[in-house]
């Protein structure tokens, strides 16, 4: 099976500009999550989506935000900006068969970096 | 909300050495314990993954030992190679939070040859 692929792989933006990233799960897993990766916050919860819905949201403003498809692919987008947006964006799939918690799979991230 | 704090951040052995990392949790709730593997340029592996309702989880060269009543698991990788280097993190996690994972800082492991 292919892993959890994730488009772009890099992203050079400017301060203001709005981005989209991408993320295809794994055949046949049903939820997606995102996440922050930096240097000075580790990794951090965005927000997971299931059945088109968000589940759970992290503690972010709401510049950021994110969708699902019918087919389980996920977009987040990030409007205004900052220089601190500047990060690893990951995200990870699961089955999500049934409640409770689920192992994640990630996949490679996309870098962006707002100038 | 959880909070999960990780020891050491880095850590540095001899090939063939045995490494343990340690991780804490703050909410009791917590019932699945993730650990990761992030090579440069990767996203997170997972290695090994624990449940509440078990002490003890062996995968070949790596092992999870998890302490509910004092609220801490770790994470021992024996026979330690050089591919092993890379930067490993815990998380947690309680059903009502579902997948979201809150992570250790991270440990970097770095194994000389």
């Known amino acids: 099976k292919a892993g959890v692929t994730q488009t772009p792989r890099y992203l050079i933006k400017t301060r203001g500009q709005q981005v989209t990233l991408s993320c295809s799960p794994i055949?046949?897993?049903?939820?997606v999550s995102w996440y922050q990766q930096t240097p000075g916050q580790g990794l951090q919860f965005l927000f997971e989506?299931?059945?088109?819905?968000?589940?759970n949201k992290g503690n972010f403003p709401g510049r950021f935000s994110g969708r699902q498809f019918s087919n389980s692919r996920s977009e987040m987008n990030v409007s205004t900006l900052e220089l601190g947006d500047s990060a690893l964006y990951l995200c990870?799939?699961?089955?999500?068969?049934?409640?409770?918690?689920?192992?994640?799979?990630f996949g490679p991230g996309t870098r962006l970096t707002v100038l | 909300g959880e909070n999960v704090e990780q020891h050491p951040s880095t850590l540095s052995v001899q090939e063939g050495d045995s490494a343990v990392i340690k991780c804490t949790y703050s909410?009791?709730?917590?019932?699945?314990f993730p650990w990761y593997k992030q090579e440069l340029g990767k996203g997170p592996q997972l290695i090994i993954d624990i449940r509440s309702n078990v002490g003890e989880k062996k995968d070949q060269r790596i092992a999870v030992t998890l302490n509910k009543t004092a609220k801490h698991f770790s994470l021992h990788i024996t026979e330690t190679q050089p591919e092993d280097s890379a930067v490993y993190f815990c998380?947690?996690?309680?059903?009502?939070?579902?997948?979201?994972?809150?992570f250790g800082g991270g440990t970097r492991l770095m194994v000389k040859p």
């Open positions: 989506y299931f059945s088109e819905t968000q589940r």
């Open positions: 055949s046949g897993h049903r939820s």
């Open positions: 990870a799939s699961s089955l999500r068969q049934g409640g409770g918690t689920d192992t994640q799979y």
């Open positions: 909410d009791s709730a917590s019932n699945y």
């Open positions: 998380a947690a996690t309680n059903n009502n939070a579902g997948n979201m994972l809150t």
